[in-house]
């Protein structure tokens, strides 16, 4: 399987077009499907991983572990804010959060750490 069949092949697993994905990386307009006959660059390539909550290495086909040498598989703590936040990539249940429910999750959290004190 390619870089670029992988890529396809766990996008729509998480629920993404590749256009979805371009846009979430924040790529140039369709340089994903010039992954077809080109090399991404490791930038590049990094974007998508980190959109698709996989490594490099599972995306280039060096590995079947999703998260081989990923630092979201570690037990460092995360910020929900910025995970929360329009910019940042939550999911659940492999699918990516709308920014409705990131939205709704934020402010249940927000309620019930003001209620707390």
């Given at each position: 399987?390619t ?12 629920g993404l077009t ?6 979430t990386?924040?790529?140039?307009n369709?340089?994903?499907?010039s ?11 990094s974007k998508v991983?980190d959109v698709l ?5 599972y995306?280039?086909?060096n590995?079947d572990?999703m ?7 570690t037990?460092?703590p995360?910020d929900l ?7 940042g ?9 709308s920014?409705?429910y990131k939205k ?10 003001d209620?707390?004190k």
């Amino acid at each position: 399987m390619t870089t670029f069949e992988r890529i396809k092949q766990t996008a729509k697993e998480r629920g993404l077009t590749l256009n979805q994905l371009n846009d979430t990386a924040k790529l140039k307009n369709n340089i994903i499907y010039s992954w077809k006959s080109k090399t991404p660059s490791a930038e590049n390539l990094s974007k998508v991983a980190d959109v698709l909550g996989v490594s490099v290495d599972y995306l280039l086909g060096n590995t079947d572990d999703m998260h081989a040498n990923k630092n979201a598989t570690t037990n460092e703590p995360v910020d929900l804010d910025d995970l929360l936040s329009e910019k940042g990539m939550a999911m659940f249940d492999g699918q990516p959060l709308s920014d409705e429910y990131k939205k709704a999750l934020l402010a249940m959290l927000n309620t019930m750490k003001d209620n707390g004190k």
